[in-house]
């Protein structure tokens, strides 16, 4: 079992930085991040804590911020914030609803992924974790859900506040450095000095948690590389995420459920989960430890994937390093919960086993997490 985990998973990452210790906690023991650590059974107990751990928040927020009192003062975006749904609206009015609607979820915790106003599978599992923690009297399996009247209003009662905002382009987005375009293969991304956004649009949609084709359609026009441009964006969650006692990936549904301590579903993210091909494991784990701004290693001594000719790689980190911009390691050699540099593909295709999020939905799930939490992988592996 152990040797199977091992020639399958994600391989291997780095930290570039030791996070700082919680107070009063011992000194780490000196170890390499490159050190190998021995694989480890499934287990309930908390694991060793190695040197990268992260500590958990020490008082987490558990109430959620008060819903903004003002949107955008663009036409887009009060058209946005006025969307009321309809059975049979038009097409333009309906985008707007869904818009709306995602970003609710957003800041609900019940994570879309990448807003972008389409009713897609990933929209489709977050309104159905929605409506079954909400209680609503015949919620819809994952990705069958559909917006309803009901639904909706359970929706703007949770939330309704305005959804956009006026953003004006600081220095900062624009100063790069930008790689214009990431190499297509690992090999020519090895010899990159970080793996940095690809320009301002990504960089922007990321923080806005958009779709970058959102984000050009609101601002026809704008010039993205200007510092004090005003553009039309979402507002997205900015509440953290209260502590988490559990997680489970559901292979079936594509989907990670956090858990607090009382059993209550605090979160719900769209997921790539393994496939047939290279597959998940299965059982309980835990979580080891938390790294942000990971560095990836591909050695074909160790994994099945990729070409074995291209010899050991060290990627540098950024967003659009295989692992995102966070690394949730678990007790199952090589795998993690980890980000992804492409959010349209999170659900959608399969990964090398491990479970891939949105960046951001992994770096709020990386804030809340510790070492030790539970980790349950249920279901079976979606065809690919």
């Given at each position: 079992m152990a040797i199977g985990l091992?020639?399958?998973?994600?391989?291997?990452?780095?930290?570039?930085?030791?996070?700082?210790?919680?107070?009063?906690?011992?000194?780490?023991?000196?170890?390499?991040?490159?050190?190998?650590?021995?694989?480890?059974?499934?287990l309930t107990a908390a694991p060793p804590a190695p040197a990268q751990l992260r500590p958990a928040p020490a008082d987490p927020v558990l109430s959620q911020t008060p819903a903004p009192t003002f949107g955008s003062a663009s036409p887009r975006g009060k058209a946005i914030d006025a969307a009321v749904f309809a059975a049979a609206a038009p097409a333009a009015s309906m985008r707007r609803v869904l818009i709306r609607a995602e970003v609710i979820l957003d800041r609900a915790h019940f994570s879309p992924g990448a807003v972008d106003g389409?009713?897609?599978?990933?929209?489709?599992?977050?309104?159905?974790?929605?409506?079954?923690?909400?209680?609503?009297?015949?919620?819809?399996?994952?990705?069958?859900?559909?917006?309803?009247?009901?639904?909706?209003?359970?929706?703007?009662?949770?939330?309704?506040g305005p959804?956009?905002?006026?953003?004006?382009?600081?220095p900062a987005d624009v100063k790069g450095p930008f790689l214009g375009t990431v190499p297509a293969t690992m090999a020519g991304q090895a010899k990159l000095p970080r793996l940095g956004y690809t320009g301002p649009v990504q960089a922007l949609a990321e923080k806005f948690h958009m779709d970058q084709a959102l984000l050009r359609s609101l601002n026809p026009g704008a010039d993205f590389a200007k510092a004090g441009t005003s553009l039309v964006v979402i507002r997205p969650a900015d509440a953290p995420l209260p502590a988490v006692a559990?997680?489970?990936?559901?292979?079936?549904?594509?989907?990670?459920?956090?858990?607090?301590?009382?059993?209550?579903?605090?979160?719900?993210?769209?997921?790539?989960?393994?496939?047939?091909?290279?597959?998940?494991?299965?059982?309980?784990?835990?979580?080891?430890?938390?790294?942000?701004?990971?560095?990836?290693?591909?050695?074909?001594?160790?994994?099945?994937?990729?070409?074995?000719?291209?010899?050991?790689?060290?990627?540098?980190?950024?967003?659009?390093?295989?692992?995102?911009?966070t690394w949730i390691d678990l007790t199952v050699e090589t795998y993690?919960?980890?980000?992804?540099?492409?959010?349209?593909?999170?659900?959608?295709?399969?990964?090398?086993?491990?479970?891939?999020?949105?960046?951001?939905?992994a770096a709020a799930l990386g804030r809340a997490v510790k070492k030790g939490v539970p980790v349950l992988f249920v279901g079976a592996a979606r065809k690919t």
């Amino acid at each position: 079992m152990a040797i199977g985990l091992w020639l399958i998973g994600c391989d291997d990452f780095k930290s570039n930085s030791r996070p700082a210790r919680a107070a009063g906690e011992a000194p780490p023991p000196a170890m390499s991040p490159a050190t190998p650590v021995t694989p480890v059974a499934p287990l309930t107990a908390a694991p060793p804590a190695p040197a990268q751990l992260r500590p958990a928040p020490a008082d987490p927020v558990l109430s959620q911020t008060p819903a903004p009192t003002f949107g955008s003062a663009s036409p887009r975006g009060k058209a946005i914030d006025a969307a009321v749904f309809a059975a049979a609206a038009p097409a333009a009015s309906m985008r707007r609803v869904l818009i709306r609607a995602e970003v609710i979820l957003d800041r609900a915790h019940f994570s879309p992924g990448a807003v972008d106003g389409r009713d897609g599978s990933n929209f489709r599992r977050a309104l159905a974790a929605f409506e079954t923690a909400r209680g609503l009297a015949a919620p819809a399996p994952a990705g069958k859900a559909s917006l309803d009247a009901a639904a909706w209003q359970a929706l703007i009662t949770a939330d309704g506040g305005p959804v956009t905002q006026d953003y004006v382009i600081t220095p900062a987005d624009v100063k790069g450095p930008f790689l214009g375009t990431v190499p297509a293969t690992m090999a020519g991304q090895a010899k990159l000095p970080r793996l940095g956004y690809t320009g301002p649009v990504q960089a922007l949609a990321e923080k806005f948690h958009m779709d970058q084709a959102l984000l050009r359609s609101l601002n026809p026009g704008a010039d993205f590389a200007k510092a004090g441009t005003s553009l039309v964006v979402i507002r997205p969650a900015d509440a953290p995420l209260p502590a988490v006692a559990r997680l489970e990936v559901d292979k079936s549904a594509d989907q990670v459920r956090a858990y607090d301590t009382a059993g209550k579903v605090v979160a719900e993210f769209p997921a790539t989960v393994g496939s047939t091909e290279r597959p998940a494991p299965s059982g309980q784990f835990a979580v080891r430890f938390v790294v942000h701004d990971p560095t990836y290693t591909y050695d074909p001594a160790r994994l099945t994937f990729g070409k074995a000719s291209m010899g050991k790689l060290t990627i540098q980190p950024g967003p659009n390093n295989p692992v995102g911009s966070t690394w949730i390691d678990l007790t199952v050699e090589t795998y993690g919960i980890h980000g992804a540099p492409d959010p349209r593909e999170i659900g959608k295709t399969a990964s090398h086993g491990c479970v891939r999020l949105t960046n951001w939905d992994a770096a709020a799930l990386g804030r809340a997490v510790k070492k030790g939490v539970p980790v349950l992988f249920v279901g079976a592996a979606r065809k690919t």
